[in-house]
């Protein structure tokens, strides 16, 4: 029975040692079922946020000043750069590695907006470098090893990067019809196409029928794409050129106009742009068609141009024969030898409106040289000649103010002098000479010359001649 007391005794304490080790076996995979969690748990929340193994962070100027630096194999080195405007960045990367590589993210790592990669050595660095057009905002450069780098040697690698701001002056967002920036008539503005802004709208608007003009110059962009579109969104017109500077024109009814610029592939850069409302010359109005000046006379050709809305009222005078007219920019004639010539006023707008005036220049009032009697009742008279004239009259009269009886004679225009016939005896005559110009089928006179007066002799018999014959 004692034995048996024993036994039993043995036996209960074997099953309690074996169900405390069973406890403690649960309690232990308990254990490393939670620690398993909270690694998982730890793993998942640094991919989570971003935090990258064997990766450090630094920052860098945007004054084209190298950083150098290095990574493990298969290390990372992130550099942050900050723009205070929108601009051109460019980033120029030296490996002395195997297989370096740079790439350009925004400051999320969400957006890759450029990728290089090169190979060099401490005795042969390798070099590339690139620019991009970005908006203002954090960046930052992913700087990394090559995965075949000889052993465990540091990955070496040196960068810097410039910053060129645009100094655009649009208003964003403009990058809908809805959110159009407005642009004033003659208004310049500097835009912006960049590599997370594609589109640009501007709108204006016209009161009255006008022809509109659109001016957009390439600064940094390389090409663009251009259209113009009506209230209804219908597009009016569109181009994309390279083309340094590009003018559209059109005639447009009144309204709002919407004009969107965007990339032509993935040129980016800066331009220029400008729309005006132009109304053209229609009328240049001259007070006279045919004009005739005495030689060294003056006259103002110009009345008036229309419409008085016309933007441009510039014109520009010509004359085909300056020998004989001449006009100042202003429309007014002056005479200055004897002749024709035409006068054209021609709209400088582009409008291509002209009006033009025939000037015929008459000769110069006439100068008596000399006037005398000659053979007692004969008178021989003698005056200055002028150039280009096409004749000479002469001219007798017993009345000083010409009226009644008088005789001419007319000579040729190198001939500057005549003598009468024979006059009445013991009477005073009157002279007088002028010139003129045959032009056109017309005959111009200048003017009289000074009126001379002579009192002939008393002889009875005179011998000679004359055509030039006695009142």
């Not at 930052?140 to 810097?160: E, Q, T």
């Not at 590009?246 to 919407?258: C, H, I, N, Q, R």
């Not at 000046?293 to 520009?316: R, V």
Request: hydrophobic share 35%.
């Amino acid at each position: 029975m004692e034995g048996n007391g024993i036994g039993w005794l043995m036996l209960f304490a074997g099953l309690g040692a074996a169900n405390e080790n069973e406890r403690k076996g649960k309690n232990m995979k308990q254990k490393l079922l939670k620690w398993a969690t909270a690694l998982t748990s730890c793993i998942v929340l640094l991919l989570f946020c971003g935090i990258h193994v064997q990766a450090a962070e630094y920052s860098i100027g945007t004054n084209d000043s190298w950083a150098e630096g290095s990574t493990e194999k298969e290390g990372i080195d992130y550099r942050t750069f900050t723009l205070p405007a929108a601009g051109r960045v460019t980033v120029t990367y030296q490996s002395y590695m195997s297989n370096g590589r740079c790439n350009l993210y925004d400051k999320d790592l969400v957006t890759n907006y450029k990728y290089v990669r090169t190979s060099g050595s401490t005795t042969a660095p390798a070099t590339e470098q690139f620019s991009m057009d970005l908006e203002a905002g954090a960046y930052s450069l992913k700087l990394s090893g090559g995965y075949w780098n000889a052993g465990d040697d540091p990955s070496s690698y040196r960068v810097k990067v410039s910053f060129v701001p645009a100094h655009n002056n649009e208003k964003e967002p403009n990058d809908a019809f809805e959110s159009a920036m407005p642009l004033a008539n003659g208004t310049l503005i500097k835009g912006f196409l960049s590599e997370d802004d594609s589109i640009d709208f501007y709108r204006f608007s016209i009161g009255e029928s006008a022809n509109v003009r659109t001016t957009v110059s390439r600064d940094t962009i390389g090409s663009y794409k251009f259209s113009i579109w009506n209230s209804d969104l219908i597009e009016v017109a569109s181009y994309t050129t390279s083309e340094q500077t590009k003018v559209w024109e059109e005639y447009l009814a009144p309204g709002t106009y919407y004009i969107k610029i965007n990339k032509d592939w993935d040129a980016t850069g800066t331009y220029i742009l400008k729309w005006e409302g132009f109304t053209y010359v229609k009328v240049i109005q001259l007070k006279k068609s045919a004009l005739t000046l005495e030689k060294g006379k003056s006259y103002s050709l110009l009345q008036s141009i229309t419409p008085a809305s016309a933007n441009n009222k510039n014109i520009k005078w010509t004359s085909d024969n300056t020998s004989v007219a001449k006009v100042d920019s202003h429309g007014k004639v002056t005479a200055k030898g004897v002749g024709a010539a035409n006068i054209k006023a021609a709209a400088m707008d582009g409008s291509q409106v002209e009006a033009t005036c025939q000037v015929v220049v008459k000769p110069a009032k006439t100068q008596i040289t000399a006037c005398k009697k000659t053979r007692d009742r004969n008178v021989y008279v003698k005056v200055k000649a002028q150039k280009n004239v096409s004749g000479i009259q002469f001219q007798l009269s017993r009345d000083k103010k010409f009226k009644g009886r008088k005789s001419s004679y007319y000579a040729g225009a190198t001939e500057t002098k005549a003598t009468t016939a024979a006059l009445k005896k013991s009477k005073t005559y009157y002279f007088r000479a002028r010139m003129y110009i045959d032009y056109g089928g017309k005959r111009y006179y200048g003017a009289w010359s000074q009126v001379k007066k002579v009192k002939t002799g008393k002889k009875s018999r005179l011998s000679g001649s004359s055509s030039w014959k006695a009142v």
